[in-house]
């Protein structure tokens, strides 16, 4: 019985003519055969005709690329339906597709006088003059539609944005707030006030903007990123750490866990970023970001072996990728396999002959090799590339050292340190050069620079041994030895320190005690 139903249904116009059966075969087809559903649809306008078959039949028409043909179908559509927002909106539609916009923004024009309460035509004419940019008559527009629709935050939004547009900041910050205080969660409206406290610098009132969202959607994926990037931006790491740790538990998809990780980072606990970075890699071995940062922090733990393994990994999936071409170069210099660097640099110079690192690693390697004058062309194209970085100088000051060249090699420390003032690296390097280069005719200089890198890292033992050495300089063997004592505390295994107590221990007559120390150097 119920096959035989479906049969009248089928074949009903050799009975009786039947739309239902020329509306579903309209639709069934429009996808996989546009030509076919046309048939069906034409047939239907032509007996009984209906708002959403004349849509259907202008959208086949315009897949077939016949726009004609839509346009005479979507005019007809407009002349029987004369009260129906549809028939505006579908025949600007095809106006707009045909390139004929002046006629498109008449027919919503002609739509706005004759049904002058239709949202849905307001919001359309309303961004047809914004494309335009006849931001007056928008505005009339969007304050007609905020009184017809109350309880709606878009046109507050809109107007907002047209504010904005016309550099008027102050007003556009009233109509985003009468757009949240409809909706408070109302993501355009609180991430483009947001974005606009955030860029002037008002990060109190961001903070309590996507806190009074969270008020009202304690889970808002939006709210809580937003605020959690507030507290990056602001080094409000430990709050930072909260909110990614939240947003990686409700959304364990996304990439906040990774996120997480690198906040960890910036809060120096690598211990723990470490860890999370350790479950994400096992998880997805083949993620780019997650295997790379993952080296890095193995790298800053000193696992270099680990490190290496993973970025020996990425090198063989990827050996275009000069990211990990840097980390690799960097590992075989410290670990002295020059040759295995060589190759990686020569291959990621060959990729990308202008990149910063790679000359600069470059450089370094053949100041490593004993190749100093060489290392010198690949240092200074670093620093035409890039002259604001103070890396590049610093390096081509221990080039120089290593050539003699000691006015230009503290020229170079100097400017290293203009870029970079206060790093305790620069300072202690320049003071401990003084010594080296000029003994005691310069030592109060080299103390003053190696007491203000002590003063921001304390327990540092090379800053400890640089300032022995000022000691050693001014004739305070005694007191030398001691801050000699603390330094070796920390890294017995030092060359430099251990001679350096011989060296102090020999002027203070234990000479037996000296050779122990030279013996370990």
């Not at 350790?278 to 997650?290: A, G, R, T």
């Not at 790379?292 to 000193?302: A, D, S």
Request: aromatic share 12%; net charge neutral.
């Amino acid at each position: 019985m119920r096959y035989l139903f479906l049969i009248l249904f089928l074949f009903a116009p050799a009975l009786a003519y039947n739309p239902y059966t020329d509306y579903f075969f309209c639709r069934y087809f429009q996808q996989e055969n546009p030509k076919k559903a046309e048939s069906y649809c034409m047939r239907a306008l032509e007996r009984s005709p209906t708002p959403t078959l004349f849509v259907d039949t202008v959208r086949i028409e315009l897949q077939l690329k016949k726009k004609e043909k839509a346009l005479e179908i979507a005019r007809r559509m407009k002349g029987l339906y004369p009260k129906d927002y549809e028939s505006y909106l579908t025949l600007h539609s095809v106006y707009s597709m045909i390139g004929q916009y002046d006629k498109a923004l008449s027919v919503l024009e002609e739509a706005y006088r004759v049904l002058p309460k239709s949202k849905e035509i307001m919001l359309f004419l309303a961004d047809e003059y914004l494309r335009r940019g006849e931001n007056s008559k928008a505005k009339a527009v969007i304050e007609n539609l905020a009184k017809e629709s109350p309880d709606n935050p878009l046109p507050y939004y809109m107007l907002a944005r047209i504010y904005l547009s016309e550099g008027n900041k102050e007003l556009a910050i009233r109509y985003l707030e009468k757009s949240l205080q409809i909706k408070r969660s109302f993501e355009a409206g609180f991430i483009t006030l947001g974005s606009i406290y955030e860029e002037s610098g008002e990060y109190t009132r961001a903070e309590q903007l996507y806190k009074d969202v969270l008020k009202v959607s304690p889970d808002n994926k939006i709210a809580l990123e937003r605020l959690a990037n507030l507290y990056v931006l602001t080094n409000r790491l430990e709050d930072a750490q909260e909110i990614y740790g939240k947003l990686a538990e409700l959304y364990p998809q996304e990439n906040y866990t990774y996120q997480y990780a690198l906040v960890l980072m910036r809060s120096s606990k690598y211990d723990q970023a470490e860890k999370v970075l350790s479950e994400l890699y096992s998880k997805y071995p083949d993620n780019l970001e997650v295997a790379y940062t993952y080296g890095l922090v193995l790298e800053i733990e000193k696992k270099l072996n680990e490190a290496r393994h993973i970025y020996e990994k990425l090198y063989q999936k990827d050996p275009t990728n000069t990211k990990v071409i840097e980390r690799l170069a960097g590992i075989y210099i410290d670990s002295k396999e020059y040759q295995k660097a060589h190759d990686v640099l020569k291959k990621g110079l060959s990729i990308e002959p202008k990149s910063y690192q790679l000359n600069l690693l470059m450089g370094s390697l053949l100041n490593e090799e004993g190749g100093s004058k060489q290392a010198l062309n690949y240092i200074n194209t670093a620093i035409d590339l890039n002259p604001k970085d103070y890396r590049g100088y610093f390096l081509r000051a221990i080039v120089y050292d290593r050539l003699g060249q000691i006015i230009s090699a503290e020229g170079d420390l100097k400017k290293a340190l203009e870029l970079n003032p206060g790093d305790p690296e620069l300072l202690n390097h320049l003071g401990y050069s003084l010594l080296l280069w000029y003994g005691p005719a310069r030592v109060k200089e080299a103390e003053k620079l190696i007491l203000e890198a002590l003063s921001k890292d304390k327990n540092n033992p090379a800053y400890m041994d640089s300032y022995a050495w000022v000691l050693y300089y001014k004739g305070d063997y005694k007191g030398a030895y001691e801050w000699l004592n603390k330094a070796y505390e920390k890294e017995k295994e030092d060359p430099v320190i251990n001679e350096h107590i011989g060296d102090v221990l020999v002027k203070l007559g234990r000479k037996d005690e000296a050779r122990k120390y030279y013996e370990r150097a």
